[in-house]
């Protein structure tokens, strides 16, 4: 399996642009997370689904914050505006079980 | 909130030297995993423990589920360089309603050779 696949790798926007955050979970998992890392606050949960429904969102921080899981294979992260303390690397996890897997991660850059 | 207290935050290291750090937590988990993460990379699972008292290795590394399901500890025998990076520690708690990990701050780890 190609583990957790995440496009881009690396985005930078100006600060009012939308943002587009794609992750590709491991075949056969059932649960996808969308985290957030930044050297101050390290890694923070922002939404998780189970079997492509939202279960528990209360780590988005705010309304320009949205994710979507449309199928099985594909999640969205969408920012909309952007702003600059929006920069951090994002991570897609999906798992079957307790161990989760981790993408490469997203390096966003908001100027 | 973080609910996981991992210690140290950083160590600077010689080649050779063996390395221990632990999580520590005032709630009870039913999972603890070890995760490392390379710079520019995502965290990698190194060990997953179920059960208290549980130890276990792989390779040099060797964690234990602590028995009061409270805490953890990961020890690196003989570190070479490409131990660098930062270490989470993460746990599944006990009313966790999904397959939600709170996850540790992080040690990151530096090796001099």
């Known amino acids: 399996d190609a583990g957790v696949i995440q496009s881009p790798r690396h985005e930078v926007t100006e600060m009012g642009q939308e943002v587009t955050l794609r992750c590709k979970p491991i075949?056969?998992?059932?649960?996808l997370f969308w985290y957030r890392q930044t050297m101050m606050r390290g890694l923070e949960l922002l939404i998780y689904f189970n079997n492509n429904v939202p279960i528990d969102d209360s780590g988005m921080p705010e309304d320009r914050f949205s994710a979507k899981m449309p199928n099985a294979s594909f999640s969205t992260l969408k920012i909309q505006p952007s702003e600059p303390r929006d920069s951090a690397v994002y991570f897609c996890?999906?798992?079957?079980?307790?161990?989760?897997?981790f993408g490469p991660g997203t390096r966003l850059t908001v100027l | 909130g973080q609910q996981l207290n991992q210690s140290p935050q950083s160590m600077f290291i010689q080649e050779g030297e063996d390395v221990s750090m632990n999580c520590t937590s005032s709630?009870?988990?039913?999972?603890w995993l070890w995760y490392k993460q390379d710079p520019g990379e995502g965290p990698v699972l190194l060990i997953a423990?179920?059960?208290?008292?549980e130890l276990t290795s792989n390779g040099r590394l060797t964690a234990q589920f602590g028995i009061t399901r409270k805490d953890s500890f990961l020890n690196i025998s003989a570190s070479i360089p490409s131990d660098v990076g930062i270490y989470f520690c993460?746990?599944?708690?006990?009313?966790?309603?999904?397959?939600?990990?709170?996850f540790g701050g992080g040690t990151r780890l530096m090796v001099k050779p």
């Open positions: 996890a999906s798992s079957f079980g307790d161990e989760q897997f």
């Open positions: 709630s009870i988990f039913n999972t």
């Open positions: 423990l179920y059960k208290a008292g």
């Open positions: 993460a746990g599944q708690l006990v009313n966790n309603a999904g397959n939600m990990l709170t």
């Open positions: 075949s056969g998992h059932d649960y």
